[in-house]
């Protein structure tokens, strides 16, 4: 099962993907979207959308996963992030993915065995399970694959978006 994991951003949105066959996990791609510089934010939507929808075409997932909405202590920056993460669900929920969806807590815990673990904890701990260099892997892009691993594990998901038809 190839499995897609976003970590919305509106100057970076982190996508990691992992094949889950037998138990084993296989980094398949990972990165992160970043829309030019200095675009206005609206304007950083489409680009991300249209970047995922290219995403999709080329890897064809067979699930998706993200972190939960979370409460946020800035209304304002809870607003954005929550247009970033529709822009980025959009074309999976379109394109009749499966969009599963994980509290940030279980999917550290997952991870690490630490439900509070900082974003370094994170992605070292993904680094060694899906034997990839830290180094080559940026924060938004590890806790993508963090929250593809957490679904890979997980035998019954919390929430359900979609389904395919």
């Known amino acids: 099962m190839l499995i897609l994991g976003l970590d ?6 982190g996508y990691g993907v992992v094949d889950s066959r037998s138990g084993r996990l296989r980094v398949v ?17 489409p680009h991300i959308a249209r970047s995922l929808e290219e995403l999709l075409l080329r890897v064809r997932p067979d699930a998706a996963a993200a972190e939960d909405i979370f409460m946020a202590r800035n209304s304002r920056v809870a607003l954005k992030l929550g247009h970033v993460r529709g822009a980025a669900l959009l074309p999976l929920l379109t394109a009749g993915i499966p969009v599963h969806e994980y509290p940030a807590r279980l999917v550290k815990k997952t991870v690490t065995g630490y439900g509070a673990a900082e974003k370094e904890q ?14 080559d892997l940026a924060l938004d892009a590890s806790d993508a694959l963090a929250v593809a691993i957490c679904h890979a594990h997980s035998s019954v998901p919390l929430r359900h978006a979609v389904a395919r038809g």
């Open 8 to 13: 919305p951003g509106s100057s970076s949105t």
């Open 29 to 45: 791609t990972f990165g992160t979207i970043s829309p030019p510089r200095g675009l206005p934010f609206l304007q950083r939507l």
């Open 122 to 135: 994170v992605r070292r701990m993904v680094g060694i399970l899906l034997g990839v260099r830290t180094d």
